[in-house]
């Protein structure tokens, strides 16, 4: 089946605005996971969605937001965006068990400007 | 709180030699264990995963990993390394406790030299 998607592949903001990005998981996954990737950092893990419902939160500021469909398809939005955003944004899918893994899309490269 | 660490940010080997690639964690319970490769441009695969049972767990492209609780560690090996292997790893954590949040090391950046 196919694995998980993300989109746009790439994407050049300016300070200040807003952007926002997509995943789509792996069908019939119902959790999704959100991690910002930057060299020396690491993933730092952003947020993840459950049956539409963010059940778990990293320490990012409330300009990181995100939400979940009803599809399990999941967004994740950006404001007021600062230099320091510059990363590789990742999302993981899985079924949602606790012991089960998460299979990660290949991610969008954000670079502001 | 719970936390990986990689010590070796970057290691060399050569072509056909052994690999093995620390991972320690910090947490009282019985973690959820994961190793990730990433290709440069792409997301992250798994490589492997030990929930329970026998601590020796074999994975995709030759790997294998051992849990020490004893250590507190989740080391990767590979007994021949190939030039394709050439990547960043990851370890990766996740707990009963926690719910569905994995914790990621920084990650080890293998050059393998031919």
């Known amino acids: 089946k196919a694995g998980v998607t993300q989109t746009p592949r790439y994407l050049i903001k300016t300070r200040g605005q807003q952007v926002t990005l997509s995943c789509s998981p792996i069908?019939?996954?119902?959790?999704v996971s959100w991690y910002q990737q930057t060299p020396g950092q690491g993933l730092q893990f952003l947020f993840e969605?459950?049956?539409?419902?963010?059940?778990n939160k990293g320490n990012f500021p409330g300009r990181f937001s995100g939400r979940q469909f009803s599809n399990s398809r999941s967004e994740m939005n950006v404001s007021t965006l600062e230099l320091g955003d510059s990363a590789l944004y990742l999302c993981?899918?899985?079924?949602?068990?606790?012991?089960?893994?998460?299979?990660f899309g290949d991610g969008t490269r954000l670079s502001i400007l | 709180a719970q936390s990986v660490t990689q010590p070796d940010i970057h290691i060399t080997v050569s072509e056909g030699a052994s690999l093995e690639l620390r991972c320690n964690y910090s947490?009282?319970?019985?973690?959820?264990l994961f190793w990730y490769v990433q290709s440069p441009g792409q997301g992250l695969q798994l490589l492997l995963k030990?929930?329970?049972?026998?601590?020796l767990v074999q994975g995709i492209k030759g790997f294998e990993a051992e849990f020490k609780r004893s250590q507190s560690s989740f080391n990767l090996r590979k007994p021949s390394v190939h030039w394709s292997d050439a990547a960043e790893y990851f370890c990766?954590?996740?707990?009963?406790?926690?719910?569905?949040?994995?914790?990621f090391g920084t990650g080890t950046s293998l050059t393998v030299i031919p």
């Open positions: 969605y459950f049956s539409e419902t963010q059940r």
């Open positions: 990766a954590v996740g707990a009963l406790e926690t719910g569905n949040q994995f914790y």
């Open positions: 069908s019939g996954h119902r959790s």
């Open positions: 947490y009282g319970a019985t973690p959820y």
């Open positions: 030990y929930f329970s049972g026998d601590t």
């Open positions: 993981a899918s899985s079924s949602g068990q606790l012991n089960q893994p998460q299979h």
